[in-house]
Nanobody, 119 residues
Framework: QVQLVESGGGLVQPGGSLRLSCVAS???????????LNWFRQVPGKQRELVAE???????NYADAVKGRFTFSTDNAENKMSLEMNSMKSEDTAVYFC??????????WGKGTLVTVSS
């Protein structure tokens, strides 16, 4: 069973930076069974939205809203994925979730970490 644990959320001022991490157990990121690694975010009352993805080990793809400001990286040796968030805006406020999607169509989620951008 894959387990994901996020960390790094908190309060940051507009224009500031924050780094989220997600450590996985029960699998390795290099496993063939993994199709994609993803970061999502969700604002209360709204649908969960994809922020960034890495499909089959390729270069990351980003949502237009975060392109140029967020950087998605992985450390396969530590089974850790990270999301570096810079030039943050109030609209980045959300609960952020890491996700692993397998080739069999299974999804594994972390519990989420709250990010608040406010002065």
């Amino acid at each position: 069973q894959v387990q994901l644990v996020e960390s790094g959320g908190g309060l940051v001022q507009p224009g500031g930076s924050l780094r989220l991490s997600c450590v996985a157990s029960g699998t390795t990121f290099s496993a063939y069974s993994i199709y994609s690694l993803n970061w999502f975010r969700q604002v209360p009352g709204k649908q969960r939205e994809l922020v960034a993805e890495i499909i089959s080990g390729n270069t990351p793809n980003y949502a237009d809203a975060v392109k140029g400001r967020f950087t998605f990286s992985t450390d396969n040796a530590e089974n850790k994925m990270s999301l570096e968030m810079n030039s943050m805006k109030s609209e980045d406020t959300a609960v952020y979730f890491c996700n692993v999607h397998t080739r069999l169509g299974n999804d594994f989620w972390g519990k989420g970490t709250l990010v608040t951008v406010s002065s």
